[in-house]
């Protein structure tokens, strides 16, 4: 048996448990330089407020309605996920998390374990768990419990949007499974994208139930071979994926990206360059924890799309290199990306968004050397050079004090302080009451 659990409207929820006076209040959250609507109460939703709608063209809605609005606290939130994570960890054999607000559960014979000393088995351990998690973090939660890891996404959904179930659904029967499956649109299931939807529709099958009535044949025909076959097959109640390693540092990625949209339009190509550099400094940071080192270094910059710069050149351009050597060390990919930013620069053309992709990682110890480079004896392990230590340094400083304490020159900004021009807007963001020390809440 599969179990889901699914944070309810987490960034909202994550607000509300420091300010309980929001309970009950339409509340939304937006995302980097206050962009867009990216968490919703149900309050809100109640009035309208679309995922993904631009703030100002809600505004006066916003106003109207006295919705109380907050800018993204990735500090705090990161931070409640982990609350909620380590939780479960302790609860259930293994857990998938599957995103910031958003877990598997593997919960493989804890059903017949359970049976002799809660008398519910599995329902009654999900309501326990989605109790627990909201006494010892004050987050709402739903948990859907089934034998695949696609009807336990189902049953997720079905239970959250069903109050009656109280956050829980198990499907432990045919009966039930069936009923579920019937009251999911096929467009909503876990793995079926708009086209396949559209294309699914147009087929005839209008929910998860008529999908799940298909054939194999049929479904590798029209749903992208084995991927379809194995989507139908799970919709079927015969499990053809088990928990992957999950995303709190035991998944090692394939590639590692930072970008942001500069809180104001830049035109300066040193400003342009100092946000560049503070991308690099984060995505090596990222690298190094991962272990690896990367082979493959691009660098993107993007105008206003509906600007009169977009015109000239398109509204997005980028640069890819090729690394001589895999590096993980902050000050040579600084460099190499400050020579792709001087092909991308435009004078005259005004940006604002910029990134920067780390690809082609590989693990230290075994990359190709550079052609004047000495290879070290066979018998004798590469030591870490000088580089390697002084990154290994700067990481520590900045755990230990707080990010960017100690960074480049060129991610500083320009002479003589004050706010970083390249710093996304964040007009409304609460304190990270459970990260700093500073803004820790007093009780009197």
Known sequence: MFGLLDCNNFYVSC????????????????????????????????????????????????????VQVFSS??????DMSRRVMWYLGQVTPGVEIYSIDEAFLDLAGLDTYMNPYLGGGLEKFAHTVCANVKARTGIPTCLGIAPTKTLAKLANRVAKKSPDLGGVLYLDSVERRAWALGQVAVGDVWGVGRQYAQKLTAAGIDSAADLAKVSEAWARKMLGGVVGARLVRELQGYPCAGLHPSEDGTLSRQSISCSRSFGRPLRERELVQGAVASFVARAAEKLRRQGELAHV????????????????????????????????????????????LARLWEPGATYVKAGVVLAGLEPPGGQQLGLFEAAPPVAAPRAPGRGAQLMTALDGLNKQFGRGTVQLAAALGPKGGGTVPWQGQAAWRTPAYTTRLEDLLIVK
């Open 73 to 78: 606290n990735y500090a705090l939130y990161g």
């Open 15 to 66: 607000e509300r448990v420091f300010q309980p006076r929001l309970n009950g209040r339409p509340v939304v959250v937006l995302s980097n330089n206050d962009g867009c609507i990216i968490s919703r109460s149900a309050e809100a939703k109640a009035l309208g407020l679309a995922m993904g709608a631009p703030y100002f063209k809600v505004k006066d809605l916003v106003r109207q309605h006295q």
């Open 297 to 340: 270094l691009t660098v993107y910059i993007g105008k206003n799309r509906f600007g009169p710069d977009a015109a000239v050149g398109g509204h997005s351009r980028s640069a890819v290199l090729t690394l001589p050597v895999p590096t993980s060390d902050t000050r040579e990919l600084t460099a190499r990306a400050g020579q792709l």
